[in-house]
């Protein structure tokens, strides 16, 4: 361990799907400092590949940039007492339409460790099955389900079709999956 030290948090703003905090931390050298953290549900995020090496992605409005995106199904871990697999398992249906005879979990990783706590369990999703989805929010309701090749996936993500850091985690992943 480096010497530092999580002292207290004091909440800036209690929100809907966040909690920003003013933490207070203490340095290896007995020094205190601040930091604004955003404290966040853990997420899971899954990786629907089908036998034909292609992926299911949902394209969707994203409050934040202000624009349509192409990701990989995901969700917070929002049902209290619910289990992680568990919890992938609803957003794949909930999503996508698709139920999974197999979740591996392949990554858990921070988002942006610099300013915030989210953490993503991402699971690849196969021997796929095609069931009734069950969407739900305006965006979910207004995305469409996109299946693409993962040969296109460095080439998507250099030009920008892939920008969010979870999709292009887990479709690397997911290539990486079919070589071995």
Known sequence: MTGFRHVGDE????LARMR?????FEGPDGKRFQRDVVRNEEVVAM???HDDGTVTLVRQYRGPIDREILEIPAGLCDVPGEAYEDAARR?????VGLEAQTLEL????HVAAGFSDQFVRLYMATG??????????PEEEA???ERISLDDVVAMSAD??????KTIVGLLLAREHLRS
């Open 11 to 14: 909440v800036i703003a209690d």
């Open 20 to 24: 920003v905090m003013r933490a207070t």
């Open 47 to 49: 990786v629907p590949l």
């Open 91 to 95: 957003e794949l249906v909930e999503e």
């Open 106 to 109: 392949v990554a858990q990783y």
């Open 128 to 137: 796929l099955t095609a069931v009734e989805a069950n969407r739900q929010g």
């Open 143 to 145: 995305m469409t389900v």
């Open 160 to 165: 920008g079709r892939l920008g969010d850091a």
